[in-house]
Nanobody
Framework: QVQLVESGGGLAQAGGSLRLSCTAS????????MGWYRQAAGKQRELVATITSGGTTNYADSVKGRFTISRGNARNTVYLQMNTLKPDDTAVYYCHAVVLGDTYWGKGTLVTVSS
């Protein structure tokens, strides 16, 4: 069993930055991929960014060039650096990991971007 805990959400102004962190309850060398999804009010959950164990990244078109996903050296943490935030980025952000075929989700952290 793997537990994912997100942190770093909050309120930001348009054009500002936030950094989200997700820490797994144990080292997940085999997590492939890890990533972030988000769900805005009244909308379906959508992919934001993923990163494989080999470091290959994938981004939603809406965040390309603004968000950067990375993994910590301890391999149990994944980060999402969010720059040039827009009001449309307002959502609950969920950490996601696939470990040996099983999917895990964090409980989410709220990001609110004011105009």
């Amino acid at each position: 069993q793997v537990q994912l805990v997100e942190s770093g959400g909050g309120l930001a102004q348009a054009g500002g930055s936030l950094r989200l962190s997700c820490t797994a309850s144990r080292t997940v060398f085999s997590a492939n991929p890890m990533g972030w999804y988000r769900q805005a009010a009244g909308k379906q959950r959508e992919l934001v960014a993923t990163i494989t164990s080999g470091g290959t990244t994938n981004y939603a078109d809406s965040v390309k060039g603004r968000f950067t996903i990375s993994r910590g050296n301890a391999r149990n943490t994944v980060y999402l650096q969010m720059n040039t935030l827009k009001p449309d980025d307002t959502a609950v952000y969920y950490c996601h990991a696939v470990v040996l075929g099983d999917t895990y989700w964090g409980k989410g952290t709220l990001v609110t971007v004011s105009s």
